[in-house]
Nanobody
Framework: QVQLVESGGGLVQTGGSLRLSCAAS????????MGWFRQAPGKEREFVAA????????SYADSVKGRFTISRDNAKNTVYLQMNSLKPEETAVYYC????????????????????WGQGTQVTVST
């Protein structure tokens, strides 16, 4: 069983920055591929960023490339999402996800491949 707890969301102005954190339980966190997704009201959940088990490879949605950075600290069982130059349309609940069924995966962009999800953290970008 893996538990994921996101934090760091909040209200920020357009162009501002936030850093999301996702703390994970599990003795083998360092072998999990991790990802961030978001879901705005009335919209489907969409991929934001993903990172391989060792942090050596990352993948981003085109809409966030150059502004968002995903990283992980396996010693702290935590994955981060640094978000810069935020836009109002990025207002959403942001979810952390873990793929623990297979070890040593490369970044995963597909939500259905993750088997654990956090409860989400609200990010609101004001105009």
């Amino acid at each position: 069983q893996v538990q994921l707890v996101e934090s760091g969301g909040g209200l920020v102005q357009t162009g501002g920055s936030l850093r999301l954190s996702c703390a994970a339980s599990g003795r083998t966190f360092s072998s999990y591929a991790m990802g961030w997704f978001r879901q705005a009201p009335g919209k489907e959940r969409e991929f934001v960023a993903a990172i391989s088990w060792n942090g050596g490879s990352t993948s981003y949605a085109d809409s966030v490339k150059g502004r968002f950075t995903i990283s992980r600290d396996n010693a702290k069982n935590t994955v981060y999402l640094q978000m810069n130059s935020l836009k109002p349309e990025e207002t959403a609940v942001y979810y952390c996800a873990a793929e623990s069924a297979s070890y040593y995966r490369q970044p995963i962009r597909t939500a259905g491949e993750y088997n654990y999800w956090g409860q989400g953290t609200q990010v609101t970008v004001s105009t």
